[in-house]
Nanobody
Framework: VNLVESGGGLVQAGGSLRLSCAASGLTFSNYDMGWFRQAPGKEREFVAAISRNAARTYYDDSVKARFTISRSNARNTVYLQMNSLKSEDTAVYYC?????????????WGQGTQVTVSS
């Protein structure tokens, strides 16, 4: 399984970014997908998740109403649209296959993409 994240970068507070995660080596439509993040000196935390058919989405309270997770099973890709970014959103963002939010684990992880929000 290979997960390749893209779309990270430097943005000013209040700005937007769209992360993408392209998956290969698995039947993408069979898996729930998620995004996690880890800031320097902090533990990894859950951001958002989406069910395999996109019928259900889940968000951490800290990003609800600002971030939107979506997926294209035709393109084997999951997205994270991030709006109204804040400095506290600065972190490395990881794509995850079949995440378990309670234990912050997943079957597979991407390599991460850096998001830096300047205030």
């Amino acid at each position: 399984v290979n997960l390749v994240e893209s779309g990270g970068g430097l943005v000013q507070a209040g700005g937007s970014l769209r992360l993408s995660c392209a998956a290969s080596g698995l039947t993408f439509s069979n898996y729930d997908m998620g995004w996690f993040r880890q800031a320097p000196g902090k533990e990894r935390e859950f951001v958002a998740a989406i069910s395999r058919n996109a019928a259900r989405t889940y968000y951490d309270d800290s990003v609800k109403a600002r971030f939107t997770i979506s997926r294209s099973n035709a393109r084997n890709t999951v997205y994270l649209q991030m709006n109204s970014l804040k400095s506290e959103d600065t972190a490395v963002y990881y794509c995850a296959v079949q995440p378990t939010v309670a234990t912050l684990t997943a079957d597979f992880w991407g390599q991460g993409t850096q998001v830096t929000v300047s205030s």
